[in-house]
């Protein structure tokens, strides 16, 4: 069974600076694609980014050069950098995991594991 745990989320201002981290089962990071997605409450759940085994990224045009996934599979643990952040950036942010299919930031809210999440809010 995957478990996902995400830590990391907080307050911070607009222009500001966040790391989430994701801390998985042990062999899930270095087996499993893995990504990130966001959800405001009422709206559908938005693929944020997405890194396959062999470290190949994706990402949402929203947040394209302001964010960073990557992995450290020895500490089985999935970060987003989040760098020069928005009042739109505002949701709750979880990790997922999905062992087969494409590795896409568009199937990330469809992936059979996802945590709990973490809620970041920017304020303006």
């Known amino acids: 069974q995957v478990q996902l745990q995400e830590s990391g989320g907080g307050s911070v201002q607009s222009g500001g600076s966040l790391r989430l981290s994701c801390a998985a089962s042990?062999?899930?990071?270095?087996?499993?694609?893995m990504g990130w997605f966001r959800q405001v409450p009422g709206n559908e759940r938005e693929g944020v980014a997405a890194?396959?085994?062999?470290?190949?990224?994706s990402y949402a045009d929203s947040v394209k050069g302001r964010f960073t996934i990557s992995q450290e599979n020895t500490k089985n643990t999935l970060y987003l950098d989040m760098n020069n952040v928005k009042p739109e950036d505002t949701a709750m942010y979880y990790c997922?995991?999905?062992?087969?299919?494409?590795?896409?930031?568009?199937?990330?809210?469809?992936?059979?594991?996802r945590g709990q999440g973490t809620q970041v809010t920017v304020s303006s």
């Open positions: 997922a995991a999905q062992v087969a299919g494409p590795c896409t930031v568009e199937r990330v809210p469809l992936f059979g594991y």
């Open positions: 042990p062999d899930t990071v270095n087996k499993y694609c």
């Open positions: 890194i396959d085994t062999d470290d190949t990224t």
